[in-house]
């Protein structure tokens, strides 16, 4: 297949820069709802507990387990049309949540934001794939895969301008909605752009489809979950390192409202800050960790990935557990950048563990085995264990006390048996079958 057979230069980085846009943009309507809970809890009198279902199993339902499916789908339906559709559902679903009078209302809602975000990365890296040649590939899927960490720090500086612009908008009037209150006008603001960006991929050409070379040895999922089953100490172990990762990293969703109940700021405030200490430390981290691993290769150690997710490992529990008991706002904050530092690290590090230790024949399916099963426990139990502690354990005045609970509730246990996890997993690394 020649290289003129792709599409041209410019259409195939028109697609991705509507890509990457289009991830920027599902985070800030993934996170928005994290910046407003003081005031949707005002007016509809929702518990902690209530907002804990939906900054997790709401959005969770669908997309931690509706990958493979549209995966799936995108291999045999025009993808443009797949994410243009996805990009629709999820913004008009963020718009309406502003909506909603009740919970029954805002978890459709919520929900519906996670189909429609399912949609894009199966498609994205189908796209990609077919609109580059393999030896052109890692430039786009590195732009496209930059707003991974980028996006949060992006979302929350979206968010905090949004958050003041509907501050100083209070009283709006809208046709056939009527007035509106801040809150509700911040979903509106952040979801309808959206539609754009859909009818972009509607005029964007399809990639024509490639088939790539063969793979007759790819082992069967029956076998594979057998593989993992079998050698589950070092697959099961340095997964649930991560997916303690994801806990902590979703149940920080609460923390622009215990920055309220405990320091007194605004969510805008809290936003401002926290996306630009993300955009600084998680484009850096991420670097960084892979260039490390790297070097720790070369000069010989072949176990340097999992040695870099243990070491984030130890570093984010106690750094994501103590910020909102500092004294002073500034001091909470700098052990934020010590947790995304460390969160970072495990993110990093732990994909490039998994694939050290996965046979060849196996790997897409342990890879997405992998993603689905840390999404399900990072959105399933991060906010939701914050939400149930706040409301029935501690107080909900006490907030704080809930977010710092987390990590040493999930953390604790993977960390006493470490040594074991680490064992398991080198003796998997020696394999050569």
Excluded: C
Excluded at 16 to 44: C, M
Excluded at 285 to 297: K, L
Aim: proline share 6%.
């Amino acid at each position: 297949m020649t290289e003129a057979s792709y599409p041209s230069t410019r259409t195939a980085w028109t697609m991705v820069t509507l890509l990457t846009l289009a991830y920027v943009f599902s985070f800030v309507d993934r996170y928005i709802l994290g910046l407003l809970i003081e005031p949707i809890k005002a007016d509809l009198h929702f518990s902690d507990e209530k907002i804990g279902y939906l900054l997790g199993p709401a959005f969770a339902l669908f997309y931690a387990t509706i990958g493979v499916p549209l995966g799936w789908l995108a291999d045999r339906v025009r993808r443009t049309w797949i994410v243009a559709a996805g990009i629709t559902l999820w913004s008009l679903a963020t718009a309406a949540s502003g909506l909603a009078r009740g919970f029954g209302g805002l978890f459709v809602a919520r929900m519906s934001v996670g189909v429609g975000e399912a949609t894009l990365s199966p498609s994205a890296m189908s796209m990609i794939s077919d609109s580059f040649p393999p030896e052109k590939r890692g430039t786009p899927i590195g732009v496209y895969s930059a707003a991974l960490s980028l996006g949060a720090g992006i979302a929350s500086l979206i968010g905090a301008a949004v958050l003041g612009w509907a501050k100083v908008s209070e009283g709006i009037t809208l046709p056939l909605l009527g007035a509106l209150r801040p809150w509700q006008f911040a979903f509106m603001a952040v979801g309808l752009p959206g539609l754009l960006i859909a009818i972009g991929f509607l005029l964007l050409p399809e990639p024509p489809r490639r088939r790539g070379p063969g793979n007759k040895a790819a082992a069967g999922f029956g076998a594979t979950i057998a593989l993992v089953a079998k050698r589950f100490g070092a697959f099961g172990g340095m997964t649930s390192l991560v997916a303690v990762m994801t806990i902590i990293a979703y149940s920080q969703g609460f923390n622009p409202a215990a920055f309220a109940r405990t320091y007194g700021w605004e969510a805008k405030d809290y936003a401002l800050i926290n996306g630009l200490i993300i955009l600084i430390v998680g484009p850096a981290t991420v670097y960084s960790a892979g260039a490390i691993i790297d070097r720790w290769r070369k000069s010989g150690t072949p176990d340097a990935a999992f040695r870099a997710l243990m070491i984030g490992f130890v570093v984010m529990l106690p750094a994501s557990a103590v910020p909102l008991f500092m004294p002073t706002p500034t001091l909470a904050f700098m052990m934020l950048a010590i947790s995304s530092v460390a969160i970072g690290t495990v993110t990093a590090a732990g994909i490039i563990a998994l694939l050290d230790i996965t046979p060849g024949a196996s790997r897409a399916t342990i890879v997405s085995l992998y993603y689905m099963m840390i999404s399900i426990a990072g959105l399933g139990l991060g906010p939701t264990t914050v939400g149930l502690l706040s409301t029935r354990v501690f107080g909900e005045a006490n907030l704080r006390a809930a977010v710092g609970a987390v990590p040493l509730l999930y953390g604790l246990v993977p960390l006493l048996l470490l040594p074991l996890i680490a064992r398991a997993y080198r003796a998997q690394l020696a394999r050569t079958d």
